[in-house]
């Protein structure tokens, strides 16, 4: 029997993801013109890094998320069964991704904290490490949630046609939980209080060039506290639907089409709060935006040109 709630959520699903892939790796090749194609400082080239990280890692998940939609959509409207190995590996990728995503999130606050509290080590600043840091990171959430993976947990729900782990399965849901974005939220709040408490043993004779600049660092690190508080406020309807399954031992209809949409939700809202928050980013945009702008030309122009006869 055919969901009409669900498809037309999983047919919005798959339109916003495939909307905000585009407009993600759009974003992603203007930073890497940006980046290659000018003389940049330190400070700004690892930024474009941090931008082109944080872009590629939502482009990927975000057209995966687009994906399982279609699959599903399919699969409601004609029957289709996507009940294959490669729908496990999805199911597996998708969890080690949205982790990376909130570890790229870690590597622009780290900086800041590196540049605030540490400056005198500079290798901490180095262009290379934010290069390197993002493979680490990447190795890293895959060991964290193998688990899942060779325990079998995550499996093909005929029903929503998603792979993935059952709601029901609580225990495997609180691991993906904690690793997925609970260990990146705890390092971001040590950093944000370990620059607060720092600034605020400085001594007034420090130079108003120097706290300018960590006030300004520091301002970051705020915003991209709100980013990542828009990424876990968006996930509260999977918090919602994992205490009920657990109370009732059973999957909501709906609960992954929800769920995805809310999270195709929350990847427009960290494509457009990196733009806002990040102001060598914002140039970029702004310029191209700029760039590409017709001017029109007024009557008085107009009548300045001379007129073949």
Not at 14 to 41: E, G, K
Not at 295 to 306: C, Q, V
Request: aromatic residues 14%; hydrophobic residues 50%.
């Amino acid at each position: 029997m055919i969901n009409p709630s669900a498809f037309i959520l999983c047919l919005m699903t798959s339109i916003i993801c495939s909307l905000t892939c585009l407009f993600s790796c759009f974003i992603l090749i203007c930073v890497i013109h940006h980046l290659y194609h000018n003389r940049l400082q330190q400070e700004d080239r690892i930024i474009n890094i941090h931008c082109i990280n944080i872009y590629s890692l939502v482009s990927i998940y975000i057209g995966i998320l687009a994906l399982l939609n279609i699959q599903t959509v399919l699969g409601i409207q004609y029957g289709y069964n996507f009940n294959l190995s490669s729908c496990i590996f999805l199911g597996y990728l998708t969890s080690i991704l949205i982790s990376s995503i909130y570890w790229a999130f870690v590597n622009q606050a780290f900086f800041r904290l590196c540049r605030v509290v540490y400056p005198s080590i500079r290798w901490l600043q180095s262009y290379q490490l934010y290069i390197i840091l993002p493979f680490i990171e990447l190795i890293f959430s895959c060991i964290l949630i193998s688990p899942i993976l060779f325990l079998h947990d995550i499996v093909y729900l005929p029903q929503d046609n998603y792979c993935f782990v059952s709601f029901t399965n609580v225990f495997s849901l609180l691991w993906l939980a904690f690793n997925g974005y609970g260990n990146q939220i705890g390092v971001l709040l040590f950093v944000y209080i370990r620059i607060t408490i720092f600034l605020r043993h400085q001594s007034n004779t420090q130079s108003l060039i120097v706290k300018h600049r960590q006030e300004r660092d520091l301002l970051v690190i705020r915003r991209i506290l709100i980013t990542v508080g828009l990424l876990i406020s968006l996930g509260i309807p999977a918090m919602v639907f994992i205490v009920m399954s657990f109370i009732t031992h059973e999957d909501y209809p709906l609960t992954y089409p929800f769920v995805f949409f809310f999270i195709s939700i929350s990847m427009i809202g960290v494509c457009l709060s990196t733009i806002i928050f990040t102001p060598q980013l914002k140039t970029i945009v702004v310029k191209i935006i700029q760039h590409n702008r017709v001017i029109p030309l007024n009557d008085s122009f107009i009548g300045s040109i001379p007129m073949r006869q």
